[in-house]
């Protein structure tokens, strides 16, 4: 039997809710907000960073992650996202292979902001079946020579 808590999804779906709304999505108006919940069992937030220079957007999972290693976790157990549109988004790839760096296999919850969307939960490992990892640089988990 496993020591872990239970995901309180509700509050992590209200905490990238909340967050969703400091979004800064001026190009897109496409407003993200993700809250990970970490191995220690806090909760992290981020949303996207869009620029003028359109290519330097910064997704909000990516966001999320910075905050949880800013702050010394480097595991994540669970993540929500809500995006905005008729249908939730998932995470784009290179989000999950950031999100893969910390994570074996995590559930993901996915909501759109949008009234009457449907969400639903899926896992990393069915968003991103063959991740580059770190062990394979050079055989040595922390990749450094
Ligand atoms: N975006 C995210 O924040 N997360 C994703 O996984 C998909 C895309 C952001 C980037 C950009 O600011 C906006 O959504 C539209 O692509």
């Known amino acids: 039997m496993s020591t872990m808590p239970a995901i309180d999804w509700n509050s992590l779906v209200a905490a990238a809710r909340e967050v969703r709304e400091h979004a800064y999505a001026p190009y897109s108006q496409y407003q993200v907000g993700a809250a990970l919940l970490s191995g220690s069992g806090k909760v ?32 994540i157990r ?12 998932p995470p784009c790839g290179m989000c ?32 991103l079946a063959d991740p580059f990892r770190p062990h394979m640089l050079r055989g040595n988990p922390g990749g450094t020579p």
């Open 44 to 75: 992290y937030v981020g949303c996207n960073v869009e620029n003028a220079s359109y290519g330097l957007a910064l997704c909000a999972e990516r966001s999320a992650i910075a905050a949880m290693i800013a702050d010394g976790e480097r595991t």
């Open 96 to 127: 999950r292979q950031v999100l893969a760096e910390f994570a074996d296999d995590v559930p993901v919850h996915l909501a759109s902001a949008q009234a009457g969307s449907m969400a639903r939960t899926t896992s990393l490992s069915k968003l």
């Open 78 to 89: 669970a993540i929500a996202i809500v995006t905005d549109g008729p249908v939730p988004g």
